[in-house]
């Protein structure tokens, strides 16, 4: 089993997360590739790809490996519907905006899952599709994966290699994107703070 704790861990989902489908949800380490999946604007798109890696939690900055975790409503009514976690980087559709889901972290409904809860290693899934898209984990939107340097870090790469070679680079949906808690727009902020109160 291949242990990562120093690469790039972008756009993942933990086991659990449920995908919506067009026969419902679905835990993301069930999907597998050709599988329909549903986007955010209720289009049908197959999956091309599922990444799988494994995070080692012993070494390595903390923060960088502590994956963030959205309480049930924490980014609107019923949005998610139940918790999910992510990967800090992962990046979440509000207001218009692709969020980092570090960005968002507000210590309440929104939070860092520390390590002694993840164990030793655990384990994430990206989902790739042919386009940069859109999708609801736990019904909220969150976007497929979309960085093509770092599917090298998956413990699986070498299928993707096998199946499709190099591809050219995918083009990003067109929504501005908050990285940092700086770039999450104010009215974003203030919505969530209400949420963190409600």
């Known amino acids: 089993m291949n242990t990562t704790s120093t690469g790039s861990y972008i756009y993942c989902f933990l086991g659990g997360t449920r995908i919506m489908t067009p ?16 986007t955010a604007e209720g289009c049908i798109v197959p999956v091309k790809w599922i990444g799988r890696q494994t995070v ?8 960088r490996l502590m994956p ?13 519907h139940a918790d999910l976690t992510v990967t800090a980087d992962h990046g979440m ?4 905006v692709i969020c980092h889901a570090g960005a968002l972290v507000n210590g309440t409904t929104i939070r860092r899952v ?18 940069h898209e859109i999708i609801l984990a736990n019904g909220a939107p969150a976007e ?7 599917r090298r870090v998956f413990d699986n790469f070498a299928e993707f290699e096998a199946l499709y070679g190099d591809v050219p680079e995918m083009e990003e949906l067109p929504y501005p994107r908050a990285m940092s ?6 009215r974003i902020v203030a919505r969530l703070a209400r949420k963190a109160v409600a």
């Open 56 to 63: 080692s939690t012993r070494f390595g900055p903390s923060e």
């Open 144 to 150: 497929t994966f979309i960085d093509n340097v770092s």
């Open 114 to 131: 520390p390590l002694k809860e993840m164990g030793e290693t655990y384990t994430v899934y990206h989902i790739e599709t042919e386009e």
């Open 23 to 38: 026969q419902g949800e679905i835990e993301v380490e069930r999907l597998t590739i050709g599988d329909p999946v549903l």
């Open 181 to 186: 808690a700086r770039q999450v727009p104010n």
């Open 93 to 96: 559709l509000v207001e218009g």
């Open 68 to 80: 963030v975790r959205f309480a049930a409503g924490s980014l609107g009514d019923n949005l998610p």
